[in-house]
C-alpha cells in the first residue's frame, strides 16, 4: 500500500471495541454459571481465534452480528469437565492474548492439549506462564530452547488427572506483563484458596475489573492482587447477564496522534476507554503540550470512557518517559514515537526492554522504519534506553520511501500514520498490512474518512490483482 500525506484530517472516527476486553470477556463468560450477552465485540483475526478455541472446547456460541454473541456458559467444574473430552489442537494465529490467558483457563485440565499459533506467535516467550503455572500444579509444556533456556509456543497440557487438582500460589512476577498476572488469576479461579500476585511495575488491570463484574472475589492493595478460588462452588455471573465492550483506546492512539501532527486537524472520538492503566499515552501527550479534551465522562462495566476532541494547533515538547509509565502505553510505544519526533527538544525513554517481545521487535523495526524516513536516535539496548531526536526536513525529499511493518499490525499503522510528518518523503509505501485486521478491521475506512489518500494494492496467491485509490 502506499499512502500521500494528508493536508488535513477532519471528522468523527469511529473505533471498533477493545481487543483486550473482548479477549477477556468471552473467556469470563465461557465459565460463567449464567448465559452471557456481550456487545462491541471486536471482530477481528485475534479475538476470533479465541473465539475459535472456545467453540472447540465445547462452549456453546451465538453471533447476532459480528460485534454481538451470546455464550452459554458452563460454570467453573462443568467447563473442567469439558476439557477431558477429547484431545484437541487450538490454534491462536497471532494471538499472544488468546495464548496465555487461554493457558491459564486450561489449567485444570486433563488430557492432552496443544496451543500453538503462526511463526511470529510461536516466535514470542512463554516460560514466563508455563514456570509459575507448573509452580500450581498444571503439567504444562513448551517448545525448549536451549541456547536461551526459554520455552515457546506450542504449548502443550498433558495430565491424566480428572481434574488436575491446583495449588495457590504466592508469585512475584520476574517482569510486568498483564498476560501473565491474567493468566494465573484465571487459573487461581480453578485452585482452592488464595492465589496472590505482585506486579514489579503496574500493568493494564482489565482482568481484575472484569473478575470483579462477574463476582469473583478479587483484593487488590497497590501491586498485591489476591483472588479467592474454589472450582466446585464458586460461581460466576454477570447481575443482567450484559457485558459492553467500551471503544478501544489503542486504536483510537493511532489518529490521536495523527491529528497531533497534521498540517491541520481537528478529530471526535466518541466513548472511548479511557481506563487509566491504559491511557499512559494520554498522560504523556498532555504532557508535551497536546491540544486535547476529555468530555462526557462516563462508566461502562466498571470501565471509564469518554470523548476525546483533539487538533493540531499545540506544538508538542519533548519529555522523558519513565519505565512506570511506559507500562503504561506499551502498546502505544510505536505510534508514540511519531509525536516524539515532531516534539521541540528530544525526548527519552526508559525500560523498552518488553518490546522486543510483542508481534515484532517494536524498537528495532520502528527505529528502522522512521530512520529511512529521516528521523535520528540513540539507542542502547543493553541500558533499554531509547532517546528521539526532532525529525528534521530533509534536504531533498524523495518520491517514495519503502518501509516494513515485520508484519505487525500496530507497527503497519503508526507507519501509515508517518506519512504526516513533516519531514517524510512525497510517498510511503508501506509492506505487509495484512494484520491490520487482527485489532482494527476499518481502519482503512475510517482513515478515508477523515481526509487520508492512499493507493491499497491487494494480493491473492502473492499477485497483485487489483488496485484501487481511496480518497
Do not use: W
Not at 519503502?402 to 505487525?408: E, F, G, P, Q, R
Amino acid at each position: 500500500m502506499v499512502v500521500e500525506p494528508a493536508e488535513a484530517l477532519f471528522g468523527e472516527v469511529d473505533i471498533p471495541g477493545d481487543k483486550s476486553l473482548s479477549h477477556r470477556s468471552i473467556m469470563l463468560a465461557a465459565i460463567s454459571d449464567k448465559p452471557t450477552y456481550i456487545s462491541g465485540f471486536l471482530p477481528g483475526l485475534d479475538t476470533l481465534a479465541s473465539l475459535s478455541a472456545i467453540e472447540q472446547i465445547g462452549i456453546s456460541v451465538q453471533q447476532k452480528s459480528g460485534t454481538e454473541l451470546y455464550i452459554q456458559g458452563q460454570g467453573l467444574s462443568h467447563f473442567t469437565q469439558l476439557l477431558a473430552q477429547k484431545n484437541r489442537v487450538l490454534d491462536f494465529h497471532n494471538a499472544g492474548t488468546g495464548i496465555r490467558l487461554f493457558s491459564g483457563l486450561l489449567a485444570s485440565a486433563c488430557g492432552q492439549i496443544k496451543l500453538t499459533g503462526d511463526a511470529s506467535l510461536c516466535a514470542r516467550p512463554m516460560k514466563r506462564i508455563t514456570v509459575p503455572l507448573r509452580q500450581m500444579g498444571v503439567d504444562i509444556r513448551g517448545a525448549f530452547f536451549e541456547h536461551n533456556q526459554e520455552e515457546r509456543a506450542p504449548l502443550f497440557f498433558n495430565s491424566s488427572k480428572s481434574p488436575t487438582k491446583l495449588t495457590p500460589i504466592h508469585y512475584v512476577l520476574p517482569q510486568a506483563s498483564a498476560q501473565v498476572k491474567s493468566c494465573l488469576l484465571l487459573a487461581g479461579l480453578f485452585a482452592k484458596g488464595e492465589t496472590t500476585l505482585v506486579e514489579p511495575i503496574q500493568t493494564r488491570d482489565h482482568t481484575e475489573r472484569m473478575l470483579v463484574e462477574f463476582g469473583a472475589k478479587i483484593k487488590k492493595q497497590e501491586k498485591k492482587i489476591s483472588i479467592e478460588g474454589d472450582p466446585l462452588y464458586q460461581k460466576l455471573a454477570l447481575k443482567n447477564g450484559h457485558y459492553e465492550i467500551v471503544r478501544d483506546f489503542s486504536s483510537a492512539a493511532f489518529f490521536i496522534v495523527g491529528a497531533l501532527i497534521a498540517k491541520k486537524a481537528e478529530l471526535l472520538i466518541r466513548k472511548i476507554g479511557l481506563n487509566p492503566s491504559r491511557t499512559g499515552l494520554l498522560t504523556v501527550l498532555l504532557k508535551m503540550g497536546a491540544d486535547i479534551k476529555i468530555i462526557n465522562t462516563d462508566f461502562i462495566q466498571n470501565e471509564p470512557i469518554g470523548d476525546l476532541m483533539i487538533t493540531s494547533k499545540n506544538k508538542l515538547t519533548g519529555v522523558s518517559v519513565s519505565p512506570e509509565m511506559l507500562a503504561l502505553m506499551i502498546d502505544e510505544f510505536p505510534i508514540f514515537l511519531l509525536a516524539a519526533l515532531k516534539a521541540t527538544g528530544p525526548t527519552i525513554i526508559e525500560g523498552i526492554e518488553e518490546l522486543a517481545y510483542k508481534e515484532s521487535n517494536r524498537v528495532e523495526t520502528m527505529v528502522k522504519g522512521l530512520s529511512q524516513l529521516g528521523a535520528k536516535f540513540d539507542l542502547n539496548s543493553i541500558e533499554g534506553k531509547l532517546i528521539i531526536y526532532p525529525l528534521k526536513k530533509p534536504e531533498r525529499e524523495t518520491e517514495t520511501v519503502v518501509l516494513d511493518s515485520a508484519k505487525d499490525h500496530r507497527v503497519a499503522m503508526s507507519l501509515f500514520m508517518a506519512s504526516l510528518l513533516g519531514g517524510a518523503p512525497v510517498k510511503i509505501q508501506i509492506q505487509a498490512i495484512e494484520n491490520i485486521e487482527t485489532s482494527f478491521p476499518n481502519f482503512f475506512e475510517q482513515a478515508k474518512k477523515v481526509g487520508f489518500c492512499f493507493n491499497l494494492i491487494i494480493n491473492q496467491g502473492g499477485a497483485k490483482c487489483r488496485q484501487e485509490r481511496l480518497l
